[in-house]
């Protein structure tokens, strides 16, 4: 009965792969989010969808893509992967954008190699 | 960019000593919130202080808000091992987004 479930948890590609991280959240939300966190542990927003409307897309590389199949799911798909794209990637949810706290997945550590 | 700003960046305390962090920040806000995160681990929101809010408790937890100054801290009172993580304060502003600070990394020797 995990809230907001990502996987795979470990990403190990070459670069010039193309990656999927799949998330879901069973907590009902209206909104989800993917973070990036570097080595440094510096979280940035890369996108948020709001019951499937992409309604923030921060300056990332047109490599990455979200796609929310439903309001439960929001995949982020990678292409041409490239080694600065190494990073933990964290999904969340909340149930009103901005208004509520974030519940956030365990995190998919991506490393290119 | 940051948003937030943490200081200390790392805190080192006894078990059952008091830990404050403080957090600042540049824009105007809706709501500051706070986060803690185990080491290979999610982050798990802790407190949630709206702007016309000048503090919050929870347990163990204080939060103070000071929109004039644009900061805000975290207290932990009577720490324990088991607290040791790093804590994030993260701003809702504009756009209704949470943008986060870099953290601070407190551990509590037993």
């Known amino acids: 009965d995990t809230a907001v479930s990502q996987t795979p948890k470990y990403l190990v590609t070459q670069m010039g792969n193309d990656k999927s991280i799949k998330c879901e959240q069973n907590?009902?939300?209206?909104?989800m989010y993917w973070y990036k966190q570097d080595s440094k542990k510096f979280l940035k927003i890369m996108f948020s969808?709001?019951?499937?409307?992409?309604?923030i897309n921060e300056t990332v590389p047109n490599r990455f893509s979200p796609k929310s199949p439903d309001k439960a799911h929001l995949n982020l798909h990678i292409n041409s992967l490239e080694l600065g794209d190494s990073a933990v990637y964290f999904c969340?949810?909340?149930?009103?954008?901005?208004?509520?706290?974030?519940?956030f997945g365990s995190g998919t550590r991506l490393t290119v190699v | 960019s940051q948003q937030g700003e943490e200081d200390p960046q790392a805190l080192s305390i006894q078990e059952g000593e008091n830990a404050t962090m403080n957090c600042s920040y540049k824009t105007s806000i809706n709501n500051l919130q706070w986060y803690r995160q185990n080491s290979g681990r999610g982050l798990v929101h802790l407190i949630l202080?709206?702007?016309?809010?000048r503090e919050k408790h929870s347990g163990r937890l204080r939060v103070t808000l000071d929109t004039s100054k644009k900061s805000s801290s975290l207290l932990i009172t009577a720490s324990r091992a088991a607290d040791t993580a790093s804590y994030f304060c993260a701003t809702d502003g504009a756009g209704n987004m949470l943008t986060f600070g870099g953290g601070t990394r407190l551990m509590v020797k037993p």
């Open positions: 202080i709206r702007s016309n809010e």
């Open positions: 969340a949810s909340s149930q009103r954008q901005g208004s509520y706290g974030y519940t």
């Open positions: 907590l009902g939300h209206d909104t």
């Open positions: 969808y709001n019951n499937k409307e992409l309604i």
